[in-house]
């Protein structure tokens, strides 16, 4: 069977480096995007044969079109796109400025509109595919000092179910998993210098510990695959009951 091809973005590291070990390990060819050309190399020669890097700033938006044609010439074809890449901001809401607002949705918001809509259109003559977005439980309630965040994947929540029903008629599913707090370099930064928000985090997870990379490569796993194949537009929460806890 000729292999799926997968692209992930923010491969490098933390949770997209477990869902690209994930496919690779399924015997999927997975292209990993990242920013960093020494960490996307090394992540790529980590996860083996199997894994090739793109070194690419999804924040140029313009160019994006450009990186998929180019990757689709080499391809054929992309069958799953998992759009993990994201990056944070712990700060005060009234300090906020307009520029670290836009920051946050420009990359976490129109660089997943802009690489999903080209992927698409691939999508659509290949007639099927799947989409996994990466949200947060910051979309699923309120977290403080991180407002930017929030409202950047709140919105890729929308999307995904936006994205779902536009998409369905072409055999392209559009589904997001919501990770808890996970045990990732990024997590550790937010966490570990406040004592009573990690507190706070164990108190309301009824599974009493953290998640690992690995339970959200599952997810994303399970969804792109065809045991999925009659679900579409759906958030799945991968938090230990952090979503429910009292």
């Known amino acids: 069977m000729k292999k799926k091809t997968v692209l992930v973005t923010g491969g490098n ?42 070194v690419f700033d999804l924040n140029t938006l313009e160019a994006i079109p450009k990186l998929i044609d180019k990757l689709l010439q080499s391809t054929g074809k992309i069958d799953v796109l998992v759009n993990n890449a994201g990056i ?21 918001v129109k660089s997943v509109f802009a690489i999903s809509r080209e ?13 996994v977005n990466i949200s947060s439980m910051a979309a699923q309630y309120g977290i403080p000092q991180v407002i930017a965040y929030t409202a950047s994947k709140t919105a890729i929540e929308g999307m995904t179910r936006a994205m779902a029903v536009d ?58 695959g065809n045991e999925a194949s009659y679900i579409t537009g759906t958030v799945l929460c991968v938090d230990g009951g952090n979503a429910i806890g009292f």
């Open 13 to 54: 590291s933390g949770l997209g480096y477990a869902i690209a070990r994930k496919f690779c390990d399924a015997g999927y060819k997975v292209y990993i995007i990242g920013r960093n050309e020494e960490k996307t190399r090394q992540a790529a020669d980590n996860l083996g044969e199997l894994a090739v890097p793109i």
């Open 88 to 108: 944070n901001m712990k700060k005060d809401f009234s300090d906020v400025s307009d520029d670290e607002f836009d920051s946050i949705l420009h990359t976490n």
């Open 119 to 131: 992927v698409v259109k691939s999508m659509k003559v290949t007639n099927g595919g799947n989409i």
């Open 167 to 224: 998409l369905a008629q072409h055999h392209i599913r559009v589904n997001c998993v919501a990770p808890g707090f996970i045990k990732t370099p990024m997590t550790a930064k937010a966490l570990d210098s406040d004592k009573k928000r990690k507190e706070r985090v164990f108190v309301r997870t009824p599974m009493g510990k953290m998640g690992r990379p690995e339970d959200i490569a599952d997810a994303v796993f399970y969804l792109a």
